[in-house]
């Protein structure tokens, strides 16, 4: 217990890094997720072919592919992210992204077309349809698949470790180099990280879906 | 005084020349020419298959057509876009699913589109609903969910709301078609009393009552095209096409 004691500063500043990490990359990637959507289901078609396109790269190529290029690969183009953390927020929310869509779309085809329709025939625009009356149910319907993203999102935080920011993964390795001895308590003490930021997550989501349900 | 824009009175509302529309090889809709006048309502009746639900959904464009032209109060129906959308504004649409808003209260269904599209206040627009609904008889139901309604409450609050953006014409897609027998009557009610109030209507059903007291004019269906088109007395009496008496013996008759 000393041992936690005396590791507490590097083990709280990681879990905050952790958790920042999860949280902004998770609020980014909702943003990019229904702009994608919105694209994709818009009826222009080159805003479609683009959207399908990110869609598929991103969620088709690895993440630590992903965060490779935008750590090292984007120097051939004379482009740098201000800082490490930023660099991984971008690799994590452009990834989370392409999953949102998905997750999204699933929500939006689940949405009865006369739901659509009636918007239409009321006079309102593709932006209003969407805004108005088809997001509002999607949102709704995909609380469940939108909380399994952002579980994936929170542990896929880990491989930001790989590319130097100090987030509970790295201070898992930094630990356990320097104290073989209590490689157990080091490993739980990171697992209860992590837990706390998932756990919770999966009791929030369950009361997000009871309490949007719409009854048809 | 009249606007320089606006066609003379007499000039057809609604107006379908050369109407042609094809769901891949099937020609669903054959030449359709119609002209509906002002405060006149058409019923378009036929069999199942002969293009009477497409019909009334090309007239505001929820289905295009591939050649012809339509026309509304003297304007070319555009394609999509703004235009578009404006003028479906000036269009009541009421479905035989009813399609109330299913995340939106009663009132939000009915306000939503004076708000959004004609950029009411939100109290103007609650006024106006909350009368509208007292003319459709839901008041009562105002703050409650469409799912915790009656079919036919639910497709008098949808008339509710396509007469909150005040349209110069309502099409009604076979509005008693999904209803419980008992519910059909207070639908019809409701819809008669707006042919009595002089809007124009064309009105998809398989309600024969309803085409004998509020018609002004029955369109008979076949195959895509307009076989018959004549008042209701003389449709139901004395048709003229072997296709129209076929029909009507076999739905009359029992």
């Known amino acids: 217990m000393q041992f936690l004691a005396d590791n507490f500063p590097l083990l709280r500043d990681a879990f905050l890094t952790t958790l920042s990490l999860a949280v902004i990359s998770g609020i980014c990637a909702l943003v ?59 690799a994590l929310s452009s990834y989370t992204a392409a999953f949102v869509c998905e997750a999204l779309r699933s929500g939006i085809n689940a949405v009865p077309p006369g739901q659509a329709e009636a918007a239409r025939a009321l006079g309102l625009d593709f932006g209003q349809t969407l805004r108005t009356v088809v997001l509002p149910q999607a949102f709704r319907t995909v609380v469940p698949p939108l909380g399994n993203v952002w579980i994936a999102l929170a542990k896929n935080t880990s491989i930001a470790a790989g590319f130097a920011v100090t987030d509970l993964t790295a201070a898992l ?44 | 005084m009249t606007s320089v824009t606006s066609p003379a009175i007499g000039e057809p509302l609604v107006r379908l020349s050369g109407v042609n529309k094809w769901f891949g090889d099937l020609h669903v809709l054959q030449d359709v020419d119609l002209a509906i006048d002002r405060g006149e309502v058409v019923v378009v009746i036929g069999p199942s298959g002969s293009g009477k639900s497409t019909l009334c959904r090309t007239i505001n464009r929820l289905e295009s057509i591939e050649k012809g032209e339509i026309s509304i109060d003297g304007v070319k129906l555009p394609d999509e876009g703004k235009q578009l959308a404006r003028l479906r ?43 509208l609904l007292e003319r459709v008889g839901v008041s009562a139901q105002a703050d409650k969910y469409p799912a915790q309604l009656s079919g036919g409450q ?33 639908v019809l009610d409701v819809m008669i009393s707006l042919a009595r109030d002089g809007m124009t209507m064309i009105v998809v059903t398989h309600e024969m009552g309803f085409a004998r007291k509020a018609a002004n004019r029955v369109v008979f269906m ?15 009496t004395n048709p003229t096409s072997d296709r129209a008496k076929d029909f009507l013996s076999k739905i009359l008759n029992h």
């Open chain 1, 32 to 90: 990019l997720g229904t702009i994608l959507v919105a694209m994709r289901v818009s009826p222009v078609g080159p805003l479609r072919a683009l959207a399908t396109f990110y869609v598929e790269v991103f969620r088709n190529t690895p993440l630590t592919v992903v965060f490779f290029f935008l750590a090292f690969g984007i120097y051939e183009i004379d482009l740098q992210f201000p800082s490490r953390f930023i660099t991984a927020v971008a």
């Open chain 2, 89 to 131: 504004s000036d269009v009541g649409m009421v479905f035989q699913s009813f399609n109330l808003f299913a995340h939106k209260t009663i009132l939000e269904n009915v306000t939503l589109g004076p708000i959004k599209v004609r950029g009411k206040s939100k109290a103007d627009a609650e006024k106006r609903a909350r009368q």
């Open chain 2, 222 to 236: 076949d195959g895509g095209r307009i076989v018959e088109s004549s008042d209701p007395e003389t449709f139901f």
């Open chain 1, 173 to 216: 390795q930094r630990l356990s180099n320097a104290n073989a001895d209590q490689l157990l308590l080091v490993f739980a003490a990171i697992v209860v990280g992590y837990l706390v930021i998932t756990l919770p997550s999966a009791a929030l989501i369950r009361i997000i879906e009871r309490r949007v349900a719409i009854i048809r």
């Open chain 2, 154 to 186: 639910q497709q008098r609050v949808a008339i509710a709301r396509a007469l909150a953006m005040d349209p110069k014409v309502m099409l009604f897609d076979e509005p008693t078609s999904a209803l419980d027998p008992e519910m059909i009557n207070e």
